[in-house]
């Protein structure tokens, strides 16, 4: 039933991140490349990896961890995004979960 609700969530993100992005695309014209959506992804599983191994499984603390990280690190894709921090929350259980299964 977790992996489900799990599933769910890290899908409902991955839709609200698709509707930010047509609604940019839709004001401005411009095509956002679907590389920011991938290191977005990429990078918030690279931080729960390194929560997991440091013994810290809290998504609100996850999060914490990763907002700063994602803005220093991928400002463009951040800008280009902006994903939530639900949105977040939910890439990050979905990698959470993969790693301890």
Known sequence: MEN??????????SLMIGIAVHQFT?????????????????A????VADALEDGKT?????????????????PDAMAAVTPSQ?????IAARRLAELID
Do not use: C, M, W
């Open 4 to 13: 489900i609700i799990l599933e769910f969530a890290a899908s409902f993100a």
């Open 26 to 42: 839709g004001r401005t014209n411009i095509e956002i490349e679907q590389g920011h959506v991938a290191a977005i992804k990429d």
């Open 44 to 47: 918030v599983g690279n931080i």
């Open 58 to 74: 809290d998504l609100t603390e996850i999060v914490q961890l990763a907002t700063p990280y994602l803005l220093k690190s991928l």
């Open 86 to 90: 639900a949105a977040i929350k939910a």
